[in-house]
């Protein structure tokens, strides 16, 4: 009888998702004998976790790793997206501190779900095969299906919670099927093989693969909240518990965005003048409805919901531009987007208070006299999200309209510049709510916990050091892509 010999696994290289997941675990049994006003103890936990992920993702820069036969792959692009990706988390931990000490939910299953969001995250960075793909999505969004709804007092976040569970059910079918049609074609889901059949054969000479192909860029629409894939965004965004909201907003994109950017590169690089054309139209609808839905909102985090659809459709622009500066441009835009949007919505937490609901752009009217520092952060934010100058904004968006120039794509660039005026209105709105305008009689008194702080600061600090000295990390980003 034949002896069955398991694939050889290299243990580095799988590492960082088997700390996170492990430090998960122990978060989530030591939460059964912590007592909820003992729930910093967790979040320290959970930060010593995520600091051990760190340094098992850093230490393979400059290594090329595989593990279970190719499927993963632990090379200098998953070590840049790792670590954005795990910083996002660890940012998410503290911003949630005083969230969790508030509710009096179980703190155990809260940052035991932030880790397993992480741990998806790292496998959507480090995957070279669609089902390993698919895994490491579905870790990430069904913590995030949880997360939305934890606020269970509020049928704002279950309704959320609901939507974003039904929807992203359905959209995770688009990329089940395409996956299987993929297998269908090609007797595997390896990007290799994938990209190897569509050298040989091309995607209009097979059917079973461009249907596959398209199934499969829905899914990835749905999830990046590309126009006509967004409808979720907005009443999830506005619904779930803003810290949730504000690693939402950042970390599915960070990660799907390197995972689509290895699926388009690294599998489907021979057919990229099929999927470009598709790839254009959606990043112009993304710009022109986000931008323009966000101008009518009187919501602060509906409006930067819609504004995290028109930032897709800007960093969308980057992965049109391929090539080297296109590659960066886009790991660049992702992480200044994580910076100041995180901090956006750590000054939309600070301002909610305990009901998590004075978000309107009403609620800051007169913040500039109530609260100067946060009145002065919120600023700093929003003039990035807008891409005014020295801010990371600024820098992110020139990269990759510079990037769509030197690629052939004026007429794109032109509608990202357009498009960004656009933007700059409804950011100044709430500028000039908070300092033009009185505030309203009994606006409640602003408490800002020690954690926000540090967050803010820490969020602010990258937000000006990328406007100012941005080589830092578009040196390491185009570091990663010349260690390919």
């Known amino acids: 009888m034949p002896i069955i010999q398991p694939p050889p696994i290299d243990t580095l290289a799988i590492l960082p998702v088997i700390v996170v997941s492990v430090a998960a675990m122990v978060v989530l049994i030591t939460g059964l004998f912590v007592k909820h006003q003992q729930s910093d103890v967790l979040s320290a936990i959970s930060l010593i976790g995520v600091l051990a992920a760190l340094i098992a993702t850093i230490s393979l820069w400059g290594q090329d790793r595989s593990a279970f036969s190719g499927l993963v792959v632990a090379d200098s692009y998953f070590v840049f997206f790792g670590v954005l990706s795990l910083g996002i988390v660890a940012m998410t931990i503290v911003l949630s501190t005083e969230f969790v000490q508030r509710e009096g939910f179980s703190p155990g299953e809260y940052y035991s779900l932030l880790l397993f969001t992480g741990a998806g995250m790292l496998i959507l960075a480090m995957s070279r095969d669609l089902i390993v793909l698919l895994i490491g999505l579905e870790v990430l969004s069904i913590s995030l299906y949880v997360l939305t709804g934890y606020a269970r007092d509020r049928w704002t976040s279950e309704e959320a919670a609901l939507k974003y569970f039904l929807l992203g059910s359905f959209s995770l079918g688009f990329l089940v099927y395409g996956t299987a049609l993929v297998y269908g074609a090609t007797g595997s889901t390896q990007f290799s093989a994938i990209e190897q059949a569509l050298t040989n054969q091309g995607l209009l000479a097979n059917p079973l693969l461009l249907a596959a192909c398209g199934l499969i860029l829905v899914g990835f629409g749905f999830k990046l909240s590309f126009v006509p894939f967004h409808m979720w965004t907005p009443d999830v965004y506005q619904g779930a518990p803003t810290s949730i909201t504000a690693f939402m907003s950042v970390g599915t994109k960070a990660a799907v965005f390197g995972a689509l950017l290895r699926v388009l590169t690294e599998a489907l690089p021979s057919v990229r003048g099929d999927w470009v054309s598709i790839l254009w139209a959606l990043a112009v609808l993304s710009m022109i409805l986000g931008n323009f839905a966000a101008v009518t909102q009187r919501n602060v985090k509906r409006m930067l919901a819609y504004s995290s659809i028109a930032q897709a459709g800007y960093m969308l622009i980057a992965v049109i531009a391929t090539g080297p ?6 790991m660049f835009y992702v992480a200044a987007y994580a910076a100041m949007n995180i901090g956006a ?15 309107n752009i009403t609620d800051f009217n007169g913040l500039a006299s109530r609260n100067p520092l946060l009145a002065g952060l919120m600023a700093i934010f929003l003039l990035s999200l807008a891409g005014i ?6 820098m992110a968006k020139l990269y990759v309209f510079s990037a769509a120039i030197q690629a052939g794509y004026l007429n794109l660039a032109i509608i990202g510049v357009l498009t960004s005026i656009v933007a700059t209105f409804y950011y100044l709105k709430v500028v000039v709510a908070m300092y033009m305008r009185p505030a309203s009689e009994g606006a409640p008194s602003i408490r800002v916990p020690a954690s926000l702080v ?15 000295l941005p080589t830092f990390p578009l040196n390491p980003a185009q570091a990663t892509l010349a260690l390919r």
């Not at 540090?454 to 100012?468: E, P, W, Y």
């Open 345 to 359: 919505f750590g000054v939309v937490q600070a301002l909610s208070g305990q009901t998590d609901e004075n978000t």
């Open 389 to 394: 100058p020295p801010t990371a904004g600024f």
């Open 454 to 468: 540090l967050i803010l600061i820490v969020a602010v600090l990258f937000t000006l050091q990328m406007g100012i």
């Open 325 to 330: 500066a296109g590659r960066s441009a886009l």
